[in-house]
């Protein structure tokens, strides 16, 4: 796999191919994660479950194991043009720190300046992560809630959330999407360029595809790593009634003080055996992306 299709982008981006090697970035990490996103927001969002392994046992008992794909089709809809968007920003992200930094010695970016240009690159994502995660999380968590099941699907919650509160009902979560992806991207990123340049061998121009799995899951585990406390804060925010909470900083004082600190820990097991092969089945679906857009054009 060339060294164009994996991180270093050419000077200037190709916004297309940018685009599509993202979308195939998001397919690809969905199909491998969803499962551990359940349970993780599952723990999340409900006091019911001992740890991981009660909930996978609850939930498969409950409703199978296609349980754990419950709410799936929200994200693999909704994560292919967040994907698409979020590495379509890193690349532009990338490419205004080159153009703010003309005289430069080097052509290739510093690890902080990649890592600035991930942070970048969760915020025009946001527009399309905050309603995709507050239909996820509503359909993966509401046989927990009084009353039980009240969507059939996507389409049906996402309908149901604009006509009791419109557009503020689908972004309810916004700013604690902001607080868990601005520092993660950046992060996920860092790691991902970091284990890149070591798994390098100096003077090729190539990575075996075992080392961009490698380097595709340390990327994930970084960013999960510090981004479960706001997470927490943000499945909380969107599961909860309206009005339950008065913003981002009343959520995560009220979850402290009624459950403690490590509340704002709970689902780290599961975000964090997701992230590994989650974003290495990612990474390498957008490198494989690349490797047929480069030999088309």
Request: glycine share 12%; hydrophobic share 45%; aromatic share 10%.
């Amino acid at each position: 796999m060339s060294d164009a299709v994996i991180a270093n982008e050419p000077p200037k981006m190709d916004q297309i191919k940018s685009l599509l090697g993202g979308g195939a970035a998001g397919v690809a990490t969905v199909l491998a994660g969803h499962p551990f996103d359940t349970l993780k927001v599952r723990l999340q969002t409900s006091n019911n479950y001992k740890g991981l392994a009660d909930c996978f046992k609850q939930t498969v008992a409950k409703d199978g194991f296609l349980g754990l794909y419950r709410g799936m089709a929200s994200p693999l809809i909704g994560v292919t043009p967040m994907f698409a968007l979020s590495f379509w920003s890193y690349d532009l992200g990338c490419q205004l720190v080159r153009d703010l930094t003309p005289n430069r010695s080097k052509k290739d970016l510093t690890l902080t300046e990649y890592a600035i240009a991930g942070g970048f690159s969760a915020i025009p994502t946001t527009i399309v992560t905050t309603p995709m995660e507050r239909v996820k999380v509503i359909l993966q968590t509401q046989d927990q809630s009084v009353g039980g099941k009240k969507y059939t699907g996507m389409a049906d919650a996402a309908a149901g959330m604009w006509k009791e509160g419109g557009i503020r009902s689908l972004y309810r979560g916004t700013i604690a999407t902001l607080a868990r992806d601005i520092p993660g991207s950046a992060a996920y990123f860092w790691a991902y360029e970091s284990v890149y340049r070591a798994l390098k061998p100096e003077g090729q121009d190539s990575l075996s595809v075992g080392s961009v799995l490698f380097a595709g899951g340390m990327a994930g585990v970084a960013m999960w790593s510090i981004a479960i406390p706001p997470d927490v804060i943000k499945s909380r925010i969107q599961s909860a009634p309206a009005g339950t909470y008065k913003g981002f900083m009343d959520c995560g004082v009220k979850i402290v003080a009624q459950e403690g600190p490590a509340a704002l820990f709970k689902g780290l097991g599961p975000a964090l055996l997701r992230a590994f092969p989650a974003n290495a089945a990612g990474f390498l679906g957008r490198a494989a992306m690349m490797e047929v857009l480069h030999s088309l054009w």
